[in-house]
């Protein structure tokens, strides 16, 4: 199975700072990586899709990017509703693995 | 638009089964996959089994295999997941979700319902 091993566990930002998570495969998944971003007592939300794609109606500040098996997830300029936590995921192959999720905390 | 709605769960004892079902609406059922993901209480996410539009590719995580099988009625709109031999690190919500693809792989979860609750204790 692939393994999806997330950086940080847990980061403190503060409202306007751009943030980076980091989303690394255990072997290439080409470009099937996902970003999911998941507020507390709510279902996940899909935010980036094959790697680089932006959902639907999902705020530009959000963009992904990949570079071998490694993934990155970037907001740009971080918003009070954006305190979430978030999650990687690959459709490479089944089992389609999540990452172990990132919670973005008020500074 | 989209609505995925589950039912179906509750408390059941180690070892006893449980039928989940997801019934969709505002899309054309039939011709996209469709999945399950799970998360314990306080955990992560895990995906739990996809299935192919037409009900013939079913893919299953190790931790279920065997012991849990999703199906689909087109007619219905609906879709389900049979879980039997549950232990009690199924404990968890169960999410239905809808994927943008025909088939399950290289696809993503698109939309998502709100979940229901599955307990698994004595």
């Known amino acids: 199975d692939i393994q999806m091993t997330q950086s940080p566990s847990s980061l403190s930002a503060s409202v306007g700072d751009r943030v980076t998570i980091t989303c690394r495969a255990s072997?290439?998944?080409?470009?099937?990586l996902n970003w999911y971003q998941q507020k507390p007592g709510r279902a996940p939300k899909l935010l980036i899709y094959?790697?680089?794609s932006l959902q639907s109606g999902v705020p530009s500040r959000f963009s992904g990017s990949a570079s071998g098996t490694d993934f990155t997830l970037t907001i740009s300029s971080l918003q009070p509703e954006d305190f979430a936590t978030y999650y990687c995921q690959q459709s490479d192959s089944a089992p389609f693995t999540f990452g172990g999720g990132t919670k973005v905390e008020i500074k | 638009q989209v609505q995925l709605v589950e039912s179906g769960g509750g408390v059941v004892q180690p070892g006893r089964s449980l039928r989940l079902s997801c019934e969709a609406s505002g899309f054309t059922f039939s011709s996209f996959a469709m999945h399950w993901v799970r998360q314990a209480p306080g955990k992560g996410l895990e995906w739990v089994a996809g299935l192919s539009y037409h009900g013939s590719d079913k893919f299953y995580a190790d931790s279920v295999k065997g012991r849990f099988t999703m199906s689909r009625d087109n007619s219905k709109n609906t879709v389900s997941l049979q879980m039997n031999s549950l232990r009690v690190e199924d404990t968890a919500v169960y999410y239905c979700?809808?994927?943008?693809?025909?088939?399950?792989?290289?696809?993503?979860?698109?939309?998502w319902g709100q979940g229901t609750l599955v307990a698994v204790s004595s």
């Open positions: 979700a809808k994927d943008p693809s025909r088939l399950v792989e290289y696809g993503f979860l698109e939309s």
């Open positions: 072997q290439s998944i080409s470009a099937y």
């Open positions: 094959t790697a680089t």
